[in-house]
């Protein structure tokens, strides 16, 4: 009963047996090899326009390279208070942008406000050249909640940005799990939608270690190459990163292993609620959020089910927890089964 992380599951099988095929014989280093540039030309394709693509590791390194290319040293990223570059990075977007600032906004269920967004460009504009200047909106998709923009949001969000003179970035760690629940195309819900730099996750779909910078104006991708090696994120074994993104691609693998983790969250969410342990925010994608009595948490954690707990200030409606509540983040994966769920709700029940 492991729900503490999609990145907590192992890596799926088809991604396990590329990098085998793709162990085989020998490579040109460096992203100089033939499946790279194929998986390069694949991911653009999938996106419908002429990207420039970068292969990195971890999904810390994409979101970091991507904002230092788009914001420069005394400018402004403005982002969710909650935002996964704000809380769980470390300082990298700051340390490989050079000092860029992080500025993060209020929002129930981590998501930004058109009105938000627009009287935060007003404070951190002008009075130069003293005070750091907004640069760059980034969006989460899913979010740090677990709640996902609809289009017509992110079109709203980077509309203000970009009358602003703004950039635009997307986290899509979980981009996969956000495209199926919406309907919609990797298209629509990125660079038509208004997004100029994507950090195209695969890593918690099912891959090893294989992260994308998707940069959809070519004309500004050029210098990405030397930043990515400069960052030490060109890896030398390049086409084994390829590999991953070519398995994970292949047959809509990634699609149907989305599905099969957002699913699992529904499962879950309608069996807590029935047991009187209803979500704190929508289940949009694969995270159901909810607040744990004391004795629940201990019985749970007796049992042996993983998950974490966390603090938000992000709550609706001013809800606020009793003492000893928890809230508990349950995060399901393409490795989920209906036999962990079904077992850990029971346990809830006592």
């Known amino acids: 009963m492991n729900f503490a ?4 599951a192992g890596v799926a099988p088809a991604v396990l047996d590329a990098i085998a095929r793709a162990n085989r014989g020998f490579a040109l280093g460096y992203g100089g090899d033939e499946l790279t540039r194929a998986v390069e030309r694949r991911i653009a394709a999938l996106f419908e326009r002429d990207a420039a693509v970068f292969l990195v590791s971890t999904g810390t390194a994409a979101n970091a390279l991507a904002l230092a290319h788009v914001v420069p040293p005394w400018g402004g990223v403005l982002c969710h208070a909650e935002a996964h570059i704000a809380t769980d990075e470390c300082g990298a977007p700051e340390f490989y942008g050079g000092g860029i600032k992080l500025i993060g906004l209020d929002g129930v269920g981590c998501k930004l406000s058109v009105a938000t967004l627009s009287a935060a460009i007003d404070r951190h504009t002008g009075h130069r050249p003293h005070a750091v200047q907004a640069a760059a909106l980034s969006l989460s998709q899913v979010t740090e909640a677990g709640t996902i923009y609809t289009v017509a949001e992110i079109e709203a969000l980077c509309d203000v940005a970009h ?8 986290d899509g760690a979980r981009f996969a799990n956000a495209l199926v629940r919406l309907g919609v195309t990797p298209a ?6 208004g997004i100029d730099i994507l950090s195209f996750g695969a890593t918690k779909g099912g891959a090893l270690a294989a992260e994308a910078i998707v940069i959809f104006d070519p004309a500004r991708a050029d210098t990405m190459h030397e930043r990515r090696k400069r960052g030490g994120h060109l890896v030398s074994k390049h086409r084994f990163l390829a590999a991953q993104f ?11 292993w989305a599905r099969h983790a957002n699913r699992m969250a529904d499962r879950l969410a309608d069996r807590l609620a029935g047991r009187g342990l209803t979500p704190v925010w929508p289940v949009d994608a694969n995270l159901v959020f909810v607040v744990l009595p004391a004795e629940t948490h201990a019985r749970l954690s007796a049992a042996g089910a993983a998950y974490y707990a966390r603090r938000s200030a992000s709550l609706p409606g001013g809800m606020a927890l009793a003492p000893g509540d928890v809230l508990a ?17 029971e346990i809830t029940s006592g």
């Not at 009358?163 to 997307?170: D, E, K, V």
């Open 5 to 8: 992380s999609d990145n907590t």
């Open 163 to 170: 009358s602003r003179g703004l950039a635009t970035h997307m």
């Open 188 to 193: 629509d819900m990125s660079w038509k939608a």
């Open 246 to 256: 070519d398995a994970y691609l292949a047959d809509d693998n990634w699609l149907a």
């Open 329 to 345: 983040r349950l995060v399901t994966s393409f490795a989920t089964t209906e036999t962990e769920v079904d077992r850990f709700t």
